[in-house]
């Protein structure tokens, strides 16, 4: 990476979805001692300038005092409103982006894709090993990926996945399968702490 072209880089943890499968907040699950934001907030705080948790209005009020709230100013996108609107906030800067409910998320982790970020292209991100997608919710957006996310949504295309795809960016498979493994079930999250615990 050419350290003199890096651009400086904030985190976002993104915990506004209303988390439907769960039936409550998934950023609010505990797997590490501290709810699941928390976690992720100092996980990118080792690598960030600054930390900030995309949220809707309604969950400032929720979450913890460490935190610092991002409402979002993007209604009705999903993750991708989140992650516009962090690129509003500071327009200047990359976003180390991830979200809250990814259990297996290391500073390991973080490590590698930020060694592997390539500040020339629109984004860095992860691979699903399985099928070789992009993994749109552990990347990092550089400034230029705001004016393409723009055009997309305008197009009614607000899926960052599909965004990724069609965009010049640089993919990286993760060293261990878990990392990328998100939780969306009580099922799926009562398996996660068991695989947790016996490590």
Same mark, same amino acid.
């Given at each position: ?25 998934k ?74 409910d990814l ?12 060694a ?12 699903n ?5 992009? @993994?749109?919710?552990?990347? $990092?957006?550089? /400034?230029?990926?705001? !004016?393409?996310l &723009? %055009? +997309? ?23 261990k399968? @878990?990392?990328?493994?998100? $939780?969306?079930? /009580?099922?799926?999250? !009562?398996?996660a &702490? %068991? +695989?947790l615990?016996?490590?």
């Amino acid at each position: 990476m050419n350290f003199s072209i890096v651009i400086m880089l904030y985190g976002l943890v993104l915990a506004g979805g209303k988390s439907k499968r769960m039936g409550r907040d998934k950023g609010a699950l505990t797997y590490h001692g501290v709810s699941q934001r928390v976690f992720a907030a100092r996980l990118l705080s080792e690598f960030c300038q600054e930390v900030f948790v995309s949220c809707r209005a309604e969950q400032v009020q929720t979450l913890e005092p460490e935190l610092q709230p991002l409402v979002d100013a993007f209604h009705d996108l999903g993750p991708t409103g989140g992650i516009l609107t962090a690129l509003h906030f500071k327009p200047d800067c990359a976003w180390l982006v991830v979200a809250c409910d990814l259990p297996f998320l290391s500073s390991d982790a973080l490590q590698a894709l930020i060694a592997a970020r390539d500040p020339s292209k629109m984004a860095t991100a992860y691979q699903n090993p399985d099928n070789h997608l992009p @993994e749109p919710l552990i990347a $990092i957006y550089e /400034p230029k990926s705001r !004016e393409g996310l &723009l %055009a +997309a949504v305008r197009q009614g295309k607000n899926c960052p996945r599909k965004f990724l795809l069609s965009t010049d960016c640089k993919l990286l498979m993760p060293q261990k399968r @878990e990392t990328v493994a998100n $939780i969306n079930t /009580p099922q799926e999250y !009562e398996q996660a &702490l %068991a +695989a947790l615990a016996n490590r």
